[in-house]
């Protein structure tokens, strides 16, 4: 019996228009251009101004895109899963928002919880579906408005997160496609990388609002260190696994949080850096979305039949890193 096997049909993306510069930044707390670019490679991000906007919107754009690139219609869809940390609402979900504003009649539609592993949390998911029969095309869909839960009063933090959204279609195909994946969790780590308020553990509260509790907070150092080293173990652990040598793989496709953390999975992999996607410098740290808008980049210089492997590592603590090869002609 044949194997379904799970392909990228289309990529889209959405970037808010306001780009937040470092200068700009350094209006608001005690930084400047030259560490941010020197420890985190950016020198930009976008930011959704709008306040009637939300993820839903970078979300249904990133979506509508990738439809139209794929030449798919959203009626055909069968699922449609959103990996995010900034929904619209703690419920519903703001896939079933997203599956109703583009028409996405048939699917069934939820979010997934993965920080910035979510995009490859989410794409093996919806592979899976295919793989096994159950649905032909499924939407994944990374996407983050960091703005919403980002401190602008917290320089350790305010200087990487971006917004952002990013899409692909998955479709079953004949051969290549998603070929692995390995994923890694380590919840007793979950204070590295969280937003403390806003659940059940610490509902909404004046008192919640005034110790700015719904906004991220990270240990830098501790996740920078635990970042290098998960990252850089999975894409090799994923090589070793599936007997991939550098001169294999045409790119890497690793999640942005910072280039030093990218330019370490590299060296590791034994990879050229012409060989590893690095847009960081524009679009900062976009959490779930930094991969498919790195696929959206790099669209026309990929080649039927390429190994790609992509790789992230973030709250929860979660990594991963997935196999592709690329059969989009
Ligand atoms: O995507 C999800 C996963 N997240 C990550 O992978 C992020 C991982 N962490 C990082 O990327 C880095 O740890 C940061 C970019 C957050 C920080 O860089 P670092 O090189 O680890 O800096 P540090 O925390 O060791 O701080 C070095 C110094 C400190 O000053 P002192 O104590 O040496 O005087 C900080 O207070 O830099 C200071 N500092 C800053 N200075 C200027 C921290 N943030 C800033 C800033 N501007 N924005």
Avoid at 171 to 188: F, K, L, N, Q
């Amino acid at each position: 019996m044949s194997v379904n096997r799970a392909i990228i049909a289309g990529v889209g993306r959405c970037l808010p228009d306001y780009i937040l510069t470092n200068d700009e930044l350094e209006k608001y707390v005690d930084t400047n251009d030259e560490w941010i670019r020197s420890r985190t490679g950016i020198s930009e991000r976008r930011i959704l101004k709008d306040p009637d906007k939300a993820t839903s919107y970078l979300a249904e754009k990133a979506a509508l895109e990738a439809l139209e690139d794929a030449g798919v219609d959203a009626s055909e869809i069968d699922a449609v899963i959103l990996a995010t940390v900034t929904p619209d609402y703690m419920f519903p979900a703001t896939a079933a928002l997203v599956q109703k504003r583009i028409g996405a009649t048939k699917a069934f539609a939820f979010d997934l919880s993965a920080a910035c592993s979510g995009f490859l949390y989410a794409l093996t998911t919806g592979g899976n579906m295919i793989e096994s029969g159950r649905a032909q095309k499924v939407l994944v869909i990374g996407a983050d408005k960091m703005s919403a839960i980002v401190d602008y009063t917290d320089r350790t933090t305010c200087v990487i997160f971006g917004d952002g959204g990013g899409a692909v279609v998955l479709e079953a195909g004949d051969e290549g496609g998603i070929i692995d994946y390995v994923h890694h969790s380590e919840g007793d780590e979950a204070c590295m990388l969280y937003q403390p308020a806003g659940g059940s553990v610490n509902p909404a509260s004046s008192e919640t609002v005034e110790n700015r509790m719904h906004f991220l907070r990270q240990d830098g150092k501790s996740v920078f260190k635990r970042a290098t080293e998960g990252m850089a173990d999975v894409s090799l652990e994923i090589m070793e696994r599936n007997n991939l040598t550098a001169d294999d793989i045409a790119w890497l496709v690793p999640h942005q949080a910072n280039l030093r953390i990218i330019d370490a999975t590299a060296r590791r992999m034994g990879l050229d850096k012409e060989k590893v996607m690095i847009n960081i410098s524009h679009y900062g740290n976009t959490t779930a979305a930094t991969i498919p808008l790195c696929l959206y980049d790099w669209k026309e210089k990929l080649n039927y039949g390429d190994n790609l492997v992509l790789s992230a590592f973030g709250g929860g603590l979660t990594w991963g890193a997935v196999y592709l090869k690329w059969m989009k002609k």
